[in-house]
């Protein structure tokens, strides 16, 4: 079925490990892709524009997802210092 081979591609392009993630040429060498390109002639053109929207979103997510797990280690990491130093000072009891 169409739908559970675009599925496939998508999957394989959100991946977060870049190793694991599905190339250029393997989204372009999949079933999904490939039935694409022989329906139409124009279609493989908007098939990669449609791709380079899809990767762009993708980009910007995994930039967006980065930052937040920073933002929450360093958070997490300043909440360990502050207990740290209310304990020094024998005021562990206010946490």
């Given amino acids: 079925m169409v739908f559970v081979a675009a599925k496939d591609v998508i999957r394989g392009l959100l991946k977060t490990d870049p190793?694991?993630?599905l190339t250029i040429r393997e989204v372009m060498q999949s079933g999904w892709v490939s039935v694409c390109l022989h329906v139409s002639p124009i279609l493989p053109q908007r098939l990669l524009v449609a791709l380079t929207l899809?990767?762009?979103v993708v980009?910007?997510?995994?930039?967006?997802?980065?930052?937040f797990v920073n933002t929450v280690l360093a958070f997490r990491?300043?909440?360990?210092i502050i207990v740290v130093q209310l304990s020094e000072f024998g005021l562990s009891s206010c946490l």
Wanted: net charge negative; aromatic share 0%.
């Fill in 19 to 21: 190793d694991e993630r």
């Fill in 54 to 56: 899809v990767l762009s």
């Fill in 59 to 67: 980009v910007v997510l995994l930039r967006t997802v980065d930052e």
């Fill in 77 to 80: 990491l300043q909440s360990v």
